[in-house]
């Protein structure tokens, strides 16, 4: 069975600071997909990244970047300096052979 | 470019009536599914389809049916509605090869009174 653990349900930080968002994840398959989306205030799903289970490099995206571990079958997001805009929920998916399953969610607010 | 496209945007039912969810992509894509995510909460699977003909269970199947003549539409069926059926549904594709990113309609909401 697949699944994906967001701990984490608000988090709150003020403009500027750093913040890490936690993705735990659990898959017998060995090749898999994981995943961040953002839903903003407005409701839409928007995609931010994908990451194969081949692939452990750290990516990094402007203020964005994801730290996969496999030993310890996580995939952190990190927003650096963040801002107002950057207030959403954010989740985390994994998609093995055929389904793609969220975790649920890190409301995220950045306080001015 | 239309990408996903659902209809209606919101919808109010009483108990006990029908109503199908319309789902339209144009991207020829293979991978279709329904989520619903209820409030605070996160998105969970109720049925998804790897192509025309072929439909399977997600993670919270009941009280749902879906069906895929096309490849472009997969509608999603509420038979009898009940409350618990309140929820935002949304659509989403993909081209089907396991790492294909999702691409999502802008969501249903659903109230179910």
């Known amino acids: 069975a697949q699944k994906v653990t967001q701990a984490q349900t608000e988090i709150s930080v003020v403009e500027k600071e750093d913040v890490t968002l936690d993705c735990v994840y659990e898959?017998?398959?060995?090749?898999?997909?994981l995943f961040w989306h953002k839903q903003p205030p407005s409701g839409e799903l928007v995609f931010l990244i994908r990451?194969?289970?081949?692939?452990?490099q750290n990516e990094i995206s402007g203020r964005y970047s994801w730290n996969f571990q496999k030993s310890t079958s996580s995939f952190n997001f990190t927003i650096t300096a963040s801002q107002v805009v950057d207030s959403a929920v954010y989740f985390c998916?994994?998609?093995?052979?055929?389904?793609?399953?969220f975790g649920q969610g890190t409301r995220l607010t950045i306080n001015p | 470019n239309a990408g996903v496209t659902q209809t209606p945007k919101f919808r109010i039912l009483k108990i006990g009536q029908s109503m199908t969810l319309q789902c339209t992509q144009d991207?020829?894509?293979?991978?279709m599914y329904w989520y619903r995510q209820d409030p605070g909460m996160g998105l969970k699977l109720i049925y998804y389809?790897?192509?025309?003909?072929?439909?399977d269970k997600g993670e919270v199947p009941n009280g749902y049916n879906v069906s895929r003549s096309t490849t472009e539409d997969f509608p999603l069926r509420l038979e009898l509605a009940a409350p618990s059926q309140t929820s935002v549904y949304f659509c989403?594709?993909?081209?089907?090869?396991?790492?294909?990113?999702?691409?999502f309609g802008s969501g249903t909401q659903l109230s179910v009174l």
């Open positions: 389809s790897v192509g025309a003909g072929i439909t």
């Open positions: 898959t017998r398959d060995t090749t898999y997909y």
């Open positions: 990451r194969n289970s081949f692939d452990e």
């Open positions: 998916a994994l998609k093995g052979a055929q389904k793609l399953v």
């Open positions: 991207m020829n894509h293979n991978y």
């Open positions: 989403a594709s993909s081209y089907g090869v396991i790492n294909e990113k999702l691409f």
